[in-house]
């Protein structure tokens, strides 16, 4: 028999940990009859009694099931925007344009450095700097 009682008590404990991650994790609009703080009171409270309320009139089944495809009939939900950045074509563009720009500025910036150096190593050596057309990029 004390088997048994270890058994529901550890039944409630698991039931009612997953009870308050679902209520706090819930978005507010995915929350039912009670502001949020009043289920993880109810949870805490009345563990087993609480955990069952909150799941069966407390977070709203809709608010999470929409994303699914099988919740839509079959057909997969259509996306009004991407998921990750690294999906969106418009903001992969947007860094390859800045990157370049960046990357011709910064060999630039490597060229005019190179040039001076070796200048001043010329003019150190004796030798005349060389007058070299600078490409354009």
Do not use: N
Request: net charge negative.
């Amino acid at each position: 028999m004390a088997r048994l009682y270890i058994l529901v008590f550890l039944v409630q404990v698991v039931l009612a940990v997953c009870a308050l991650i679902s209520c706090l994790s819930a978005e507010e609009d995915g929350i039912r009859h009670l502001p949020r703080i009043a289920w993880v009171l109810i949870i805490l409270f009345f563990p087993l009694v609480g955990s069952i309320a909150w799941f069966v009139a407390g977070r709203d089944r809709k608010a999470g099931g929409t994303s699914t495809p099988w919740a839509t009939g079959g057909r997969p939900a259509a996306r009004t925007r991407p998921v990750a950045p690294d999906d969106d074509p418009e903001f992969l563009r947007s860094i390859e344009e800045r990157s370049h720009k960046e990357d011709q500025e910064l060999f630039r910036r490597w060229e005019d450095d190179l040039r001076k150096r070796e200048d001043d190593l010329r003019k150190r050596d004796g030798e005349p700097p060389r007058e070299e057309p600078r490409p354009e990029v």
